[in-house]
């Protein structure tokens, strides 16, 4: 029998809360809430065997000396409107709700190449899979980024999404759909503003905001330090300029 977990959003906060197993204690599948009302994350009793990436020798990026990390946050109404793209499975098109949805937690250099693929990725378990769909709704997802980015720096993947849990878990996510007034949507500047004011000690320039093809908001980018702190992005700027106006996808009715 499917699993249904939900929890409401309080509208009057104007940004979302934290994960349920870090503000209600542990539970078995937990969901990390995002903006923009009530969520909904719904489990199949079977998760299917991810695929296993065939990697081109090109590909692979080893032994750059990683300076700093990203934890990369994606809209998902976005992702879904352009088809889902192999990231969203678990989101578009279901009876599921999502706002904000973590793609991944980014080792980076100083420039491209970017550290990717550093060695050999085992199969990630289906029981580390299950514990993060709710976070990252596509299977394949979840193992593309252990494959690509979790093998840069952590010794399984287990370690890897707990690190990227904590971090994405302990981020207050803004609801963008609400920031600008009538049918205009947000600067990309209020974006960053809202961010910074619903997390005590973000920095402005740590917060790289990534789009799509008509500056349509795709994903928020956090940069950390080595210590996983949130900091200033060291290199590559802060993506769109504040100044530019950005359209938000909103999140669909549940079906």
């Known amino acids: 029998m499917k699993r249904l977990l ?22 078995e599948d937990p969901l990390v809430t995002a903006a923009a009302g009530p969520e909904t994350c719904v489990l199949p009793d079977r998760i299917p065997a991810p695929e296993m990436e065939r990697v081109r020798p090109e590909e692979v990026v080893a032994g750059r000396t990683i300076l700093y990390h990203m934890l990369a946050v ?31 937690l980014w080792p980076n250099a100083d420039g491209r190449p970017y550290p990717r693929y550093c060695r050999p990725a085992t199969q990630v378990p289906e029981a580390t899979i299950r514990a993060n769909l ?7 997802l979840v193992q593309h980024e ?3 980015h979790g093998t840069c720096g952590w010794d399984t993947p287990e370690a890897y999404f707990a690190e990227a849990a904590r971090l994405y878990d302990g981020l207050n996510r803004p609801d963008p759909t609400t920031l600008a007034p009538g049918s205009r ?4 500047g209020q974006l960053r503003d809202a961010f910074v004011t619903a997390n005590a000690g973000l920095p402005r320039d740590a917060i790289y905001v990534a789009v799509a093809s008509g500056n349509r908001l795709r994903e928020v980018r956090i940069c950390h330090d080595l210590e996983f702190r949130a ?14 106006v950005l359209t938000v996808e909103p999140v669909a009715e549940k079906n």
Do not use: Q, Y
Not at 11 to 21: D, P, Q, R
Not at 232 to 243: A, F, K
């Open 231 to 244: 900091a200033r992005c060291p290199v590559g700027g802060l993506g769109t300029p504040d100044s530019v």
């Open 6 to 27: 939900l929890i409401g959003l309080l509208a009057s906060a104007g940004f979302a809360l934290g994960s349920c197993e870090a503000r209600l204690g542990p539970v």
């Open 185 to 188: 949507g947000p600067t990309a």
């Open 146 to 148: 252990w494959a690509a």
């Open 134 to 140: 709710c976070r990252t709704p596509s299977v394949d």
């Open 74 to 104: 994606t809209w998902m109404p976005e992702t879904c409107k352009g088809g889902g793209d192999g990231e969203g499975d678990l989101a578009c098109g279901s009876s599921n709700r999502f706002g904000w949805t973590l793609h991944g």
